[in-house]
C-alpha cells in the first residue's frame, strides 16, 4: 500500500464556493494597504454577477489566492466599494481583483491564476480584459500584454473612488 503524501499537483482553480468567503476576506485585507478593503457585500456582488469567472487558487484544502472577474464595459471600470446587480450590458471581461495570500507570493500563483482566468476568457471568445491596476502594480499588468485604454468622463468619475495612481489597462484578447 503506497502511502499519501503532498504533491505539488495537490493545488487547484476552482470556482469560489460560499465556504471561501472568510479567506477571501483575510487575504483582500492583508493585500491591499492603500485602501479600505471593500465590504463582504460588495466582493460577493462580483462573484453574483458571473460565479463562473470568479475563482480560488487552493492548495491541501486551503485557499491561498481569489480572482473576482466578471463581464463590463471596455474603457470603464466600477467605483470601488460599489455593489453590482443585474444585466451588465458588457463588451469584455473586467479583472476586478486578483490577490495572492503574502504567506503564498513567490510561487508562482499569481501567474497560474492570471493564465488561467485568460484561457477561460479565450474559450468563451471574450474580445478583453480590463482593470485598475493599484498601489504600483500597473508595471506587473504591462508585463503581461496590458496597455493603457481609452478613457471617458465615466472611467475618470470612477478612477477618482481609487487611490491615487490607479490607472486602467486593457488587454486585448480577439
Known sequence: ??????????????????????????????????????????????????????????????VLAYALVHPWQRGDAPSLNTEISGQIDANCWYLHDMAISPNAQGMGIGKQLFTYVVNQAKALMVKGIGLVAVQGAQTYWQQQGFKADITSAKLTQSLDSYPDGACYLYLPLL
Do not use: H
Open 1 to 62: 500500500m503506497r502511502s499519501k503524501t503532498p504533491r505539488m499537483n495537490d493545488m487547484s482553480i476552482r470556482p469560489i464556493y460560499a465556504t471561501d468567503w472568510p479567506a477571501i476576506m483575510a487575504i483582500q485585507a492583508q493585500c491591499y494597504v492603500e485602501l479600505a478593503p471593500e465590504s463582504l457585500g460588495v466582493m460577493q456582488s462580483k462573484w453574483r454577477t458571473s460565479p463562473t469567472s470568479c475563482v480560488v487558487f487552493e492548495r491541501q484544502g486551503r
